[in-house]
């Protein structure tokens, strides 16, 4: 496809005029990283998450990486299979070893009974994700780790704004870690947030964002990485913030309009909020099931990509089919079908905070009719 007429996400930031004067601000003062705006959006998000301490590092990956490291932890790490690259390679960059385990099919969340049967004699961590914003099972993880001794790490990504039985994400486990790239809720254009009650590890962290090195500046004590964040990001990442209740509201508006609209097409699936959690709605993401829709998701994308409508498979492909961690140690839990299936079976189509309702309109029924098209013709048979 050439560029599409509804690209999947669209990045809402604030104009340049409302950005103009903190930038000149920024720029005249010098001081262009880890200053007084990265303060200023740390302590603004830990008050609105309710959490200890928040570390703003270059990204959620750096961020995930930097905290197992300082955990200082040796061994095997339990991560959903389904889950964003960033999870696995995080942990093997902190040294650990992948034990990748089952989701659950209608959150896509991870398994929890399926996390306990991948734990093994070294096991020394868990890190659930938020898929696409959704909140794990935060109870039974909590209740799990706390039996084996395990420490627990959440990527929460896609999950700044997300709330688990009424609280925000943000205070579980050892920690959480959330991006600020483009494609998310709140987006600071790149960069991440460690989340921790934890005084020394936020600590830690902090120092580890900035070389390892100690805060009189004599030596490099820990193994640090160069993950500061940029005082113009904080600036923009602010700015998002304060609009957060009114994305969430318009999102969570997009998607009843969708739902509405796609609900009744048999072999379609849309993946929905629990009562007691809240997603944030950051991707529209559907799934086909070929037994009754007659095709398969990667031939209704094909139909939307014709008609000028982006589509992404998420995600894909599953962790332990990642060349880059296949071919690295790793376990697997005794069965990832939950996993497998969501990999075939799940895309997001275009979601933005601005959107008219003549565009959901127009995309489902795009939706429609490329279903249609392929229950006309047998399973097999279709482009
Ligand atoms: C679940 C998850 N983890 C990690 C990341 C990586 O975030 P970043 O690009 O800030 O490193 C993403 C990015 O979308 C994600 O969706």
């Known amino acids: ?36 705006r990265t303060r200023a959006l740390e302590e603004h998000v830990a008050a609105l998450l309710g959490v200890g ?41 902190a040294g650990l070893t992948p034990a990748f385990c089952d989701c659950r099919s209608d959150t896509l969340t991870i398994d929890v009974a399926s996390a306990r049967s991948a734990i093994g004699p070294r096991t020394v961590a868990i890190m659930p994700v ?16 706390r039996e084996r001794g395990l420490k627990v790490v959440y990527d929460s990504a896609m999950g700044l704004g997300s709330r688990y039985r009424g609280r925000a994400l943000g205070g579980f486990g050892d920690a959480e870690v959330f991006s600020l790239s483009t494609r998310k809720l709140v987006t600071g254009v790149e960069g991440g947030l460690v989340t921790t009650g934890d005084e020394a590890l936020a600590q830690r962290v902090r120092r580890m964002r900035d070389y390892g090195r100690r805060e009189d500046r004599l030596d490099f004590v820990d193994l640090g990485l160069s993950a500061r964040f940029s005082e113009l990001h904080a600036v923009i990442a602010k700015r998002n913030l304060a609009r957060i209740d009114e994305v969430k509201a318009a999102r969570a508006a997009h998607v009843r309009r969708f739902t509405a609209a796609l609900e009744d097409i048999p072999g379609l699936g849309m993946f929905r909020d629990p009562p007691d959690r809240e997603s944030g709605n950051l991707l529209l993401l559907l799934r086909i099931d070929p037994e009754e829709a007659g095709c398969t998701r990667d031939d209704v994308m094909r139909a939307l990509e014709a008609r000028g409508i982006e589509t992404s498979r998420y995600w894909y492909p599953p962790l332990h089919r990642q060349a880059a961690l296949a ?22 189509v275009p979601l933005y905070d601005r959107m008219s309702d003549a565009e959901i309109d127009e995309i489902a029924s795009e939706v429609r009719a490329a279903v249609d098209a392929y229950r006309r013709v047998p399973l097999g048979k279709g482009g």
């Open 53 to 93: 301490h928040v570390v703003a590092v270059s990204s959620c990956t750096t961020g995930l990486a930097l905290t197992l490291r300082a955990l200082d932890l040796e061994g095997e790490i339990v991560i959903p299979s389904y889950a964003f690259s960033s999870a696995g390679t995080a942990a093997v960059w």
């Open 1 to 36: 496809m050439t560029t599409p007429r509804y690209p999947v996400y669209r990045a809402s930031v604030p104009s340049f005029e409302e950005l103009g004067e903190d930038f000149r601000e920024v720029l005249a003062s010098g001081q262009l990283s880890n200053g007084p």
């Open 130 to 145: 938020a898929t696409y914003g959704m909140p794990p099972d935060i109870d039974a993880i909590t209740a799990l780790a």
């Open 327 to 348: 071919r690295r140690p790793h376990r697997c839990a005794p069965s990832l079908e939950a996993t497998e299936r969501a990999a075939d079976r799940w895309f997001a």
